[in-house]
């Protein structure tokens, strides 16, 4: 099985701040890889696929890079909306597997 | 606009059978191009994919999982089902249903549903 290992599993930030992400997978997976957002009580929502492709409607501030075992899921300028929790989740092979989370809270 | 709905019984008693339906409206459960999964969620813990079925019934589930898990899918009626034998409280969990497509992760996720095993 493939471990998609997640940090930090929590973070505190203002409104307006850099935040980034980290997930390691513990073999190579290319670039089959998703980023989504949780809120509390709501299913996941994607945000990117293969790696750092941004799904339509979700706003530029956020990216992803990455390929075989790091990735990043980037958001530039953290506003009210973005406070959530972050999944990573490779889909390269079975079993699917997910990051811990990432809680982003606010300071 | 694809939908997935999830529906069944929101309480199973210990030893039981859970047993859950996915609806898909909006699409066809039939397409070649997707397959069809679960995935749960334990209060306050993480993500767990639970397995995937496509439209010919061919299947992918987790290995800690196997002994205990089947999925079945209903064409005639765009929807597709999980059972889980022999649950305990360690199946409490939302349990979400969801499309996979074939190159690129999840898309599009049923809203969940909590199911709680308790006696």
């Known amino acids: 099985d493939i471990q998609m290992t997640q940090s930090p599993s929590s973070l505190s930030a203002s409104v307006g701040d850099r935040v980034t992400i980290t997930c390691r997978a513990s073999h190579g997976i290319r670039n089959d890889l998703g980023w989504y957002q949780q809120k509390p009580g709501k299913a996941p929502k994607r945000l990117i696929y293969?790696?750092?492709s941004l799904q339509s409607g979700v706003p530029s501030r956020f990216s992803g890079s990455g390929s075989g075992t790091e990735f990043t899921l980037t958001i530039s300028s953290l506003q009210p909306e973005d406070f959530a929790t972050y999944y990573c989740?490779?889909?390269?092979?079975?079993?699917?597997?997910f990051g811990q989370g990432t809680k982003v809270e606010i300071k | 606009q694809l939908q997935l709905q999830e529906s069944g019984p929101g309480l199973v008693r210990p030893s039981e059978t859970l047993s859950l339906t996915c609806t898909v409206s909006g699409g066809s459960i039939s397409s070649s191009s997707y397959y069809w999964g679960w995935i749960r969620q334990p209060p306050g813990e993480g993500l767990e994919w639970i397995g995937n079925?496509?439209?010919?019934?061919?299947?992918y589930y987790k290995s800690s999982l196997k002994s205990r898990v089947t999925m079945s899918v209903d064409t005639s009626k765009n929807q597709f089902s999980l059972k889980l034998t022999s649950v305990t409280a360690a199946d409490t969990a939302v349990y979400y249903c969801?499309?996979?497509?074939?190159?690129?992760?999840?898309?599009?996720w049923g809203q969940g549903t909590l199911v709680t095993v308790s006696s």
């Open positions: 079925i496509y439209y010919s019934g061919s299947t």
């Open positions: 969801a499309r996979i497509p074939r190159m690129v992760p999840i898309d599009y």
């Open positions: 989740l490779q889909h390269n092979s079975y079993p699917l597997t």
């Open positions: 293969a790696a750092s």
